[in-house]
């Protein structure tokens, strides 16, 4: 409900009411349940299938209004629209909320065209059915960015499809907490991969990477943004360092914006000597694992090249014989010096409509 957000990539947020229901493994350490078992005496009373969720005051759904007429200034001041990232603290396509609250939104959300609304759900599925109905659009409005949050492959194929059928101006994945790795595949190609006849006029080929493309006449619908980042909180698992590498690249080859939102708790506490750089410690074979063990690893924690935790001699020995080196080294060094710097970089894409 703050007015100015300290999440990266928006402006403020907005929580239209609060409450929610855990509905996959990025749930599990809920920052919103947690908040809301500590204003209610240790117990989350709005959270479960059922439980009641609690709209916010009419104070706080004016606050909106008041940006929108913001909006010269801030645009003057910045050269780009605000972004409200809504909600931070509830899911909009919750099916418990109760379908007037929704609607009520729309209506705010129609009342403030001056400012971008990014709508992020773990219900992706429930979008074009709760778009119509009484005092709903029938379709999302033109200030809405729609994303979903994906943290393994699973929910990637799951969800993504799901997320490239509703129409919006833009769509976008936020990967965080990331739980594994997740190849995105053509999900951010424009380009349908349709095989194209081949460079020697010798048979079909399939079409190259972006900007070029087999130029059919209907190109698919595409993602527009990736926002990734690591867990945060007591119990926050480690995001392996080859996981945001690889979205990085995915998304750099296909041209769409990348931002690294954080790294979480998780991150190495070894620098270069030269330079003071963080480096990521690798135990490339389990000799070097015999050999380096004592010095690098010091109550941080190893994952092999899938990300899974090795704990003892044993689990190492098991690595060897399934080729599951190299191993990385990581430190629960906490969230504020993990910071968001990816192998020397910032990543701050943002999609193009934005600006
Ligand atoms: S969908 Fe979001 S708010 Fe709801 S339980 Fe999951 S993490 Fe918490």
Redesign the pocket.
């Known amino acids: 409900m703050s007015e100015k957000s300290k999440i990266e990539w928006t402006d403020h947020t907005f929580n239209p009411w609060e409450g929610?229901?855990?509905?996959?493994p990025?749930?599990d350490h809920?920052?919103?349940?947690t908040r809301n078992a500590r204003f209610a005496g240790g117990q989350a009373v709005n959270?479960g299938p059922g439980a009641p969720r609690r709209r916010t005051s009419a104070t706080n759904w004016r606050k909106p209004l008041a940006w929108n007429a913001n909006h010269d200034a801030f645009f003057a001041e910045h050269g780009r629209r605000q972004r409200v990232f809504c909600a931070?603290?509830?899911?909009v396509f919750?099916n418990t909320v109760d379908p007037a609250w929704r609607a009520d939104l729309f209506d705010l959300i129609m009342a403030t065209p001056n400012l971008d609304w990014l709508l992020l759900?773990?219900?992706i599925g429930n979008v074009p059915g709760m778009l119509v109905g009484p005092g709903m659009p029938g379709r999302l409005p033109s200030n809405v960015w729609l994303g979903a949050?994906i943290c393994n492959q699973e929910e990637a194929d799951r969800d993504i499809p799901k997320l490239l059928a509703v129409p919006a101006r833009v769509r976008f994945l936020s990967m965080e907490p990331l739980l594994g790795p997740v190849d995105l595949g053509r999900h951010l190609w424009k380009c349908c991969g349709a095989m194209i006849p081949g460079n020697q006029g010798d048979g079909w080929m399939q079409p190259p990477d972006p900007p070029e493309c087999c130029q059919c006449p209907e190109p698919r619908e595409q993602l527009h943004w990736v926002i990734v980042g690591g867990e945060s909180g007591a119990s926050a698992r480690p995001m392996h360092p080859d996981w945001a590498r690889s979205l990085r690249d995915q998304c750099a080859a296909a041209g769409v914006p990348f931002l690294h939102k954080q790294w979480g708790e998780w991150h190495t506490a070894a620098t270069v000597a030269s330079t003071g750089e963080p480096v990521f410690r690798q135990l490339d074979s389990f000799q070097q694992w015999v050999n380096k063990a004592q010095t690098w690893i010091h109550g941080g924690i190893c994952l092999d090249r899938h990300g899974r935790e090795l704990k003892n001699g044993g689990d190492f020995m098991q690595a060897r014989d399934n080729d599951d080196f190299p191993v990385t080294i990581m430190h629960k060094v906490g969230k504020k010096a993990a910071g968001r710097v990816l192998d020397g970089v910032q990543h701050d894409g943002f999609p193009r409509s934005a600006t």
Do not use: P
């Not at 929610?20 to 996959?24: A, D, I, P, T």
């Open positions: 929610c229901q855990k509905v996959g990025g749930c809920c920052y919103a349940e959270w931070s603290l509830a899911d919750d759900t773990k219900r949050t």
